[in-house]
């Protein structure tokens, strides 16, 4: 009952934490169960990211011992070698024409060829369940951004973390920019960064580049003024359409709002 109630605060600890936090698994370590689900970066999806050392890391649910019992029990084994064993399959072949005082000979051949067989499929199988929990495998589902070279960690989460706090701060303007009442939707921090990217693609012909931190930093340095600027037009769009909110809509919420705008533009 503990493991769940500290595993529970971690996870709300995530959801409602709005700096970079960066998941890393180092070499020959793995993530499974209960830890993978309490560190999953899918809990935060605005701040946490994933990361793998390339080649020795694992990470998963299950073991893949587990995985393999589950998925590939012993009936799928033998299926599997009565299919691609050639002398399994040239005695099951023997087995159809046999006679009946040849059939149990061969039968026991049969099982005496899977049994010796058994154990090295299961291994077989264990391999084939590991693979599924590979770097580059827990790239191509989209579970970890990329997986890191060990040596060089360091200097790839060194410019990371400076490229993330960048970002974060432009975010945190342009989320701002945006609350300014109760009638406009407030910018998410999911579509501030949607909306950087295509700030970035925009001045660079292209999204190309986007991952590559020390590009983004000297592109945020290059274009300060016109981010700036991009700021500064979002909070007005966000002031127009709360005006046009509080202008067009009907009954007595039209009068009473009009009548507040220029009421606040007297006091300004």
């Known amino acids: 009952d503990e493991v769940l109630k500290y595993g ?29 689900v309490v560190l999953d970066a899918s809990i935060n999806a605005s701040v946490m990211e994933m990361y793998a050392t390339s080649g020795s890391a694992r990470g998963g649910v299950l073991e893949a011992t587990g995985a393999a019992s589950v998925k590939y029990r012993e009936k799928d084994l033998l299926k599997t070698m009565r299919r691609v064993d050639d002398k399994l ?38 391999q084939f369940c590991e693979l599924h929990d590979t770097p580059g495998r827990m790239k191509a589902v989209g579970v970890i951004e990329k997986d890191v070279v060990w040596e060089h960690a360091r200097t790839y989460f060194f410019w990371r973390l400076r490229r993330k706090l960048a970002e974060f701060d432009l975010r945190k303007k342009m989320m701002n920019a945006g609350n300014v009442g109760r009638g406009v939707k407030a910018l998410g921090a999911v579509e501030a960064s949607s909306l950087i990217k295509g700030w970035f693609a925009g001045s660079n012909g292209s999204a190309e580049g986007w991952n590559d931190d020390k590009r983004f930093l000297t592109w945020m340095a290059e274009n ?27 009954g007595a919420t039209s009068t009473i709002g009009t009548a507040g705008i220029v009421d606040g533009i007297s006091r300004a």
């Open 89 to 126: 399959v040239a005695l099951y072949q023997k087995l159809e024409s046999a006679s009946d005082t040849d059939r149990e000979q061969i039968q026991a051949e049969i099982g005496h060829r899977e049994k010796s067989l058994l154990p090295v499929y299961g291994q077989i199988a264990v």
């Open 224 to 250: 300060n003024d016109n981010l700036e600027k991009n700021v500064a037009d979002l909070a007005k769009a966000s002031v127009s359409e709360e005006v046009f909110t509080a202008m067009a809509a009907g």
């Open 8 to 36: 529970s605060l971690i996870v709300d600890a995530f959801v409602a934490y709005e700096q970079p936090v960066f998941v890393f698994i180092p070499p020959y370590a793995e993530i499974r169960g209960g830890a993978w």
